[in-house]
Each structure stands twice: as C-alpha cells, then as structure tokens.
C-alpha cells in the first residue's frame, strides 16, 4: 500500500497489468471506490504482487520487496517518487484460489453435496472456488436477499 501526496492516482478503481514483464497484477485505488477512505487532497493505491511462500520476492526483506514494487511504478512513470508519502506491505497467503484439476474435483464434490440443502446459497471467492469481483458478488447476495424477502 503506498500513500500518495496527490488527489487522486487515476480515474478508476482499479487497473490491471497482464504483463509477465511486470511484478504486479493489479493496482487498486480504494478511494475510487468511495471518497471517505482517503482525505480529499491525498490517496493510496494498493499494489496486488502474486507470489507464495517459495518465491524469491515474497521471502525478500519487506524494504527490498519495496523498493523493487516502487522502482517498477517509477519506471512505468506511474508515481513520482517525491508524491510518496508512506509505503507498507502486508503478506496474504492464500488470499486467491489456485485452482488445479484435484481440487476441482474436491470442489466439485463439495459443491454437488451443497445443492441438496435448499435453503443455502454459496457466494464468495471461498465459497464459489472461485475469482469473483467484489461488485458481482454482492450483486449476487442482494439478488438472493431479494429472492428469499419474496417467499
């Protein structure tokens, strides 16, 4: 997370870099997600970096692991380097789904066992095994509130 001297970062809440080249996947600004989670003359972004545990990255120092993310948004001519205020870094193990055939599988026999109670909806990342956007997956819980303030 870095803390920017600056209104805002871009026009939109997130942006994604699909670029081997490129240490990380996605930059999320919170604060264009709602104007309350930043003060009005200042922002952060959120840099996403995909490692686990036996990556050379995530074990790095976090002051390593830092500079490396920052050099790269420097370079992309992304930031500026006297607009930072703060950066931290927080390791999420397991904050995605890997999804392999075997746990497909497991998933799938889970999920067949799940159908049998009427009364229970799976939504979520966890729940689904699945990458879902925020946005969708409460569009899908108000759809079932929805359904179920109907019978």
Do not use: W
Not at 6 to 24: L, R, T, W
């Amino acid at each position: 997370m870095i803390f920017l001297e600056m209104k805002n970062f871009s026009n939109y809440a997130s942006i994604y870099f699909p670029d081997k080249n490129v240490n990380f996947t996605r930059i999320y600004e919170p604060k264009q997600r709602s104007n309350s989670l930043a003060p009005n003359d200042k922002t952060c972004i959120v840099v996403e970096v995909p490692c686990n545990e036996s990556d050379e990255l995530y074990n790095s120092h976090s002051d390593i692991f830092k500079n490396e993310i920052i050099n790269s948004l420097l370079k992309m001519n992304l930031i500026q380097k006297n607009k930072i205020i703060e950066c931290l870094t927080y390791k999420i193990p397991n904050a995605y789904p890997i999804l392999t055939n075997e746990n497909i599988q497991s998933m799938n026999i889970i999920n067949d066992y799940i159908k049998k109670f009427e009364n229970m909806k799976m939504i979520g990342r966890g729940a689904e095994f699945k990458y879902l956007h925020t946005h969708d997956i409460f569009a899908k819980a108000v759809n079932y509130i929805n359904f179920l303030s109907q019978e």
